[in-house]
């Protein structure tokens, strides 16, 4: 089991920046998937990003306009969030796979969420 910390969440308008940062507590952090995913109110969790072994991928809605690294040595991931729009308003969820996967049931492990709101 990895344990996750997400931070970095905020209020942003439309057209601005923010950086989520997850911090994990994990031995041979190096060896798992990293991911990113968001849920919206009223909507099912969603992929946004994911990394492994330096292969990344997107959902279409992002790519872009995220980017998504992974610091082996400090046991981080981050993706940074550019050109953000209103529809990308979610809680973000940090999460963890033994493989490179996209959907939700291949992570065992998650954050508790950190909130971006963006204003239009």
């Known amino acids: 089991q990895v344990q996750l910390v997400e931070s970095g969440g905020g209020l942003v308008q439309a057209g601005g920046s923010l950086r989520l940062s997850c911090a994990a507590s994990v031995r041979a952090f190096s060896n798992y998937a990293m991911s990113w995913f968001r849920q919206a109110p009223g909507k099912e969790r969603e992929f946004v990003a994911v990394?492994?072994?330096?292969?990344?991928r997107y959902a279409d809605s992002v790519a872009g306009r995220f980017t998504i690294s992974r610091d082996n040595d400090a046991n981080t991931v981050s993706l940074q969030m550019n050109s953000l729009k209103p529809e990308d308003t979610a809680v973000y969820y940090c999460?963890?796979?033994?493989?490179?996967?996209?959907?939700?049931?291949?992570?065992?492990?998650w954050g508790q969420g950190t909130q971006v709101t963006v204003s239009s």
């Open positions: 999460a963890a796979s033994s493989y490179l996967a996209t959907t939700p049931t291949a992570f065992h492990s």
């Open positions: 990394i492994m072994y330096g292969c990344t």
